[in-house]
Nanobody
Framework: QVQLGESGGGLVQAGGSVRLSCSAS??????????MGWFRQAPGKERECVAA????????YYADSVKGRFTISRDNAKYTVYLQMNSLKPEDTAVYYC?????????????????WGQGTQVTVSS
């Protein structure tokens, strides 16, 4: 089992920045088969993957809507994955979830992730 907990959400003005953190415990976080992802879900919309990263951090994925603005990273020594969000827009407003999966591949579909955090709200005001 892997337990995940997000932090760092809140209210921010458009153009601002927020860094989300996801702390992991339980199964070995730094194993070479643990991929991590950040998803978001806005009211009335499906959950979407905004970024994902493989165990070593050498492979990353970004949704087109966040490329150049968001950066995913991980610190295996601290059992933590981060999502740095810059140049935020009102359409980035959503609940952001951290997810983990036992895979050597970078996963981008919510159905491929077995472990989820409780989510943290990010609200971007215009």
């Amino acid at each position: 089992q892997v337990q995940l907990g997000e932090s760092g959400g809140g209210l921010v003005q458009a153009g601002g920045s927020v860094r989300l953190s996801c702390s992991a415990s339980g199964r070995t976080f730094s194993s070479n088969s643990m991929t991590m992802g950040w998803f978001r879900q806005a009211p009335g919309k499906e959950r979407e993957c905004v970024a994902a990263i493989n165990w070593s951090g050498s492979i990353t994925y970004y949704a087109d809507s966040v490329k150049g603005r968001f950066t995913i990273s991980r610190d295996n020594a601290k059992y933590t994955v981060y999502l740095q969000m810059n140049s935020l827009k009102p359409e980035d407003t959503a609940v952001y979830y951290c997810a983990a999966d036992s895979s050597v591949l970078v996963r981008t579909s919510s159905g491929q992730y077995h472990y989820w955090g409780q989510g943290t709200q990010v609200t971007v005001s215009s």
